[in-house]
């Protein structure tokens, strides 16, 4: 079953520009992950967010929790042409999952030069 | 760095055919997990596995088995491939290491094509 949802599907920008991707889930988790898929490959992990944290930062990534609303969102400042990819979001459901995942469908950022 | 591989990045198959899918890693994590991505649908979990020869089904396990024999290779296997299996298979492995907390180390991907 999917348990995150991305939004928007697809994002076109401008170099320079910030990319705001939000995700929505469904049950409680663990915690809540972010990666990056380029096209034809296999995904890399962004970032992660703990459950009792709201805010954190890598670089030029902010991602947010709100574990009320059960949604996180991605923020890209001062966007490249090499941010263009897509997105996921992931889940680690609270209650003995072993640490599987469960993945978003995406959204797809591209960034123009 | 980790490095999980796939034995094949394309690999083009028939109906009925028997198919193995390999991954390894070398950083000696406890789980893998296999997935297929598929257009529209995003990443869907078919099988992982928490231990040597432990495994646990997925979302979609129909259509397919696997194998862990040795703690760093997973494998994934169509006993009768069909066209509907026709997709991305994606490998990743991860370890709670001291926090708990894991993320997922995925491989390049095999793209299957079943004819």
């Known amino acids: 079953s999917q348990q995150g949802e991305e939004d928007p599907q697809a994002l076109s920008i401008q170099e320079g520009e910030n990319a705001t991707m939000n995700c929505s889930y469904k049950?409680?988790?663990?915690?809540l992950q972010w990666y990056r898929q380029n096209s034809g490959r296999g995904l890399v992990h962004l970032i992660l967010i703990r459950s009792n944290e709201r805010e954190k930062h890598s670089g030029r990534l902010r991602v947010t929790l709100d574990t009320s609303k059960k949604s996180s969102s991605l923020l890209i400042t001062a966007s490249r042409a090499a941010d263009t990819a897509s997105y996921f979001c992931a889940t680690e459901g609270s209650g003995g999952s072993n640490y599987k995942l469960t993945f978003g469908k995406g959204t797809l950022l591209t960034v123009n030069p | 760095d980790v490095k999980v591989t796939q034995s094949s990045r394309y690999l083009v198959k028939r109906t009925g055919e028997k198919v193995f899918l390999e991954c390894v890693q070398d950083?000696?994590?406890?789980?893998m997990f296999w997935y297929r991505q598929d257009p529209g649908l995003g990443l869907r979990l078919i099988y992982f596995s928490y231990d040597v020869k432990m495994k646990e089904k997925g979302d979609i396990p129909e259509g397919y088995s696997v194998s862990r024999e040795k703690k760093e290779r997973f494998s994934l296997i169509l006993e009768s491939a069909s066209t509907n299996q026709t997709s991305m298979y994606l490998c990743?492995?991860?370890?709670?290491?001291?926090?708990?907390?894991?993320?997922?180390?995925f491989g390049p991907g095999t793209r299957l094509t079943v004819l």
């Open positions: 990743a492995s991860s370890s709670p290491g001291t926090s708990g907390y894991n993320e997922q180390f």
């Open positions: 049950t409680s988790i663990n915690n």
């Open positions: 950083m000696d994590h406890e789980n």
